[in-house]
């Protein structure tokens, strides 16, 4: 039996709440604070607050110390804090007008208690938080992950579809279990109004650098080692399978963000990717391979029989994610938020894998 369409209406479909304007007009002066503001989405949103006229202030808030000058964000105030502790957070929450939480673990180096602190119960000090602060809106970056990777799933999936939790994969669960539990503060508390973003693969020149990719006392290595993906030195024959993928490039979802946080269409959830739909046989290819197309079914099923192996390691559980492709419909974003992708998501993979020295 199908699960039941839901995802239109609630708390995060419902009416213009928290719309910065009447229709037409142009919210200024915003406030805005930012968490995890150096990740991957960080660094595709930071720039564009500093080119937006309509952004006065951006606070950003973030466990490691940073120069915010050093990178040429004038606008930006750092302030040292953990998403764990809610006192920080509603001293840095203070008088902003949005509040964009970005910080989350996706690796899985991190102990299970660990992860969940910060990727749950985080999520909820940071959304409570910008509640206690009055904020006007809450944006949080979701993921198509939060569909799952059901045998039932739709081949193409819009934002009606439910989110439900993955069999095994932890970043998946969380992501599906952190929506359903901001519908119900959303519930709680009318303002700030809620924005959900669900990318794809998100790439870009910043894809890997500020992830921790090796665990504990290898992390700087890992940071060294994988700072950016590199081509093959020499091509390689080799069996993929055609599996199907979305991508999207990392300014594309700060541009999505920028929408969500002056509210350029109403709360709710908005699925975002590139244009196009790219294969496992085009990542090889880009990747300096000479590919050999599989049909896609055989590996899903090995993928789909990997991911029920008792005692995987965390890293592994994204297998789980090879066994049903999760192709996602963006009319919605489109049409209500205003937001156009500039890159495809094979242009993303390009620039991903560009050359910058």
């Known amino acids: ?13 419902e009416g213009p709440r928290g719309l910065a304007e009447p229709a037409g007009g142009t919210p200024r002066g915003l406030t805005v604070a930012v968490t995890g503001p150096t990740g991957t989405f960080g660094s595709g949103l930071i720039p564009l607050l500093e080119q937006d006229d309509r952004i006065d202030r951006v606070i950003g808030i973030a466990r490691r110390p940073f120069d915010p000058a050093e990178r040429g964000w004038s606008k930006m105030e750092y302030r040292q804090g953990d998403v ?17 939480h970005l ?57 009606d579809w439910p989110t439900r939790p993955a069999a095994r994969l932890f970043y998946a669960q969380e992501k599906a279990e952190v929506e359903e539990l901001l519908a119900g503060e959303a519930r709680k508390h009318p303002e700030p ?42 091509p390689v024959p080799m069996l993929v399978p055609e599996h199907p ?22 709360p709710g959830a908005y699925n975002i990717a590139g244009d196009g739909i790219v294969t496992a046989v085009d990542v090889a290819r880009e990747f300096g391979a000479l590919p050999i197309p599989l049909p896609p079914g055989p590996a899903q099923a090995v993928a789909r029989a990997l991911s029920r192996l008792p005692f995987l390691p965390p890293v592994a559980e994204w297998v789980e994610a090879a066994g049903r ?16 992708p500039r890159y495809s998501g094979l242009e993303a993979l390009r620039d991903t894998l560009r050359d910058r020295f």
């Open 325 to 340: 492709p999760a192709i996602m419909d963006t009319t919605k974003a489109h049409e209500q938020l205003g937001w156009q």
């Open 1 to 13: 039996m199908s699960p039941a369409r839901r995802r239109g209406a609630g708390p995060l479909g």
């Open 84 to 100: 764990r502790d809610p006192e920080a957070l509603r001293g840095a929450f203070d008088g902003a007008d949005v509040v964009v």
């Open 245 to 266: 993928m979305q991508f999207i490039h990392e300014e594309d979802v700060g541009r999505a963000l920028v929408q969500c946080i002056v509210a350029a269409g109403p």
């Open 193 to 234: 109004a809620l924005f959900l973003l669900r990318p794809p693969v998100v790439l870009g020149p910043n894809v890997i650098g500020g992830k921790d990719v090796l665990p504990g006392p290898l992390a700087p290595l890992g940071r060294k080692l994988f700072s950016r993906p590199r081509r093959l030195p020499f």
């Open 103 to 159: 910080a989350f673990l996706i690796t899985g180096n991190a102990s299970r208690e660990t992860t969940r602190a910060i990727n749950v119960d985080g999520t909820l000090n940071a959304f409570r938080a910008a509640a206690a602060a009055h904020a006007q809106r809450f944006v949080y970056s979701s993921s198509v992950a939060a569909y799952g990777f059901h045998s039932d799933n739709p081949d193409t999936i819009d934002e």
